[in-house]
């Protein structure tokens, strides 16, 4: 990285509000640092301490030992990828507006290290979930995670951050859903090419998602016949000579809590497709306009 480099990074940290202490950057280059721990004091990410390699064993109990209940912190934690994994402890009992500013400042810090750098974020509020086994899950989960949006990740933070983990409970009771049977089993005569497409959506009681519709046939017309104007679905479809697509279609007028609900399944939903070795693109739209024949040859991954 030059000077001119440096410069620019800089100033983008600058405008975010938050800037990196050399110290920290330093750390970062350092091949014999496994993890930094980085705290936020006038403005500026400053170094509180690093641990040195060693595996996960015993890494993840040195670093729940210096965390402190009142006071939410930055975990830097190299991966033998080469990349880095930012573990962002937001206690319940630390002030929200203490939460907030770490959950506001974290992209900074990406900017000043360089984004490419660092797989999705792992949060974590209890130092009960500060655990081997944890961390692993979450690594398990990057994949599902790089087929959200940019606005669900959002969104998922901001709920996930700045409430106490009991009122998120009790407000979106609906993030932990589990996957109907018959989707695996429809999807499983989706890879075989007995069907094209299959229409998921949440059921009557919103506790679980099922198959709302199996397509005979694609085509717009289809696609706009089996879903309402008003509520979200996901449409698995088989094109031609293009790949298997996944429509996350979630219209503007939709309930915000069934957006919610949807944007937290997606995940679900392409954990089952990889189970299925079903390989796919993902694309979002607001609404049935959006349908049109270009959908069948091309989409950008999401």
């Not at 920290?24 to 170094?47: P, S, T, Y």
């Not at 995670?145 to 009771?173: F, G, W, Y």
């Not at 198959?211 to 979200?232: C, G, Y």
Request: with cysteine; glycine share 4%.
């Amino acid at each position: 990285v030059n000077t001119y480099q440096i410069g620019i990074i800089r100033l983008r940290m600058n405008q975010s509000g938050t800037t990196l202490h050399d110290e920290v950057r330093h750390a970062f280059n350092d091949g014999q640092v496994m993890a930094i721990h980085v705290n936020i004091a006038n403005g500026e990410f400053r170094l509180k301490g690093t641990f040195p390699h060693q595996g996960d064993e015993n890494l993840v109990p040195d670093i729940r030992s210096r965390l402190a209940d009142t006071d939410p912190a930055i975990i830097l934690i190299r991966r033998a990828s080469a990349l880095w994994l930012i573990m962002a402890w937001t206690p319940d009992t630390a002030s929200v507006d203490s939460r907030m500013l770490f959950a506001s400042s974290r992209a900074s810090i990406k900017v000043g290290l360089g984004a490419s750098s660092f797989l999705p974020d792992w949060h974590v509020s209890e130092l009960n979930d500060v655990n081997v086994e944890e961390l692993r899950n979450h690594l398990r989960n990057d994949l599902a995670s790089a087929v959200m949006t940019h606005d669900e990740k959002k969104i998922e933070a901001v709920c996930r951050e700045s409430q106490p983990s009991a009122v998120r409970m009790n407000a979106l009771p609906l993030m932990n859903l589990e996957n109907n049977s018959s989707i695996a089993a429809a999807l499983n005569s989706f890879r075989s090419g007995e069907i094209p497409g299959v229409v998921i959506a949440l059921d009557d009681k919103q506790e679980s998602f099922r198959v709302a519709s199996v397509l005979s046939a694609v085509s717009v017309e289809a696609l706009k016949q089996n879903v309402p104007d008003n509520e979200p679905r996901f449409i698995i479809i088989a094109r031609v000579n293009a790949g298997n697509l996944i429509v996350h279609y979630s219209p503007e007028t939709s309930n915000r809590v069934l957006k919610m609900a949807y944007s937290t399944f997606k995940r679900n939903l392409s954990e089952l497709l990889s189970a299925e070795n079903i390989v796919f693109q993902s694309i979002q739209v607001s609404a049935k306009s959006d349908f049109g024949d270009s959908l069948f040859s091309s989409a950008e991954k999401i």
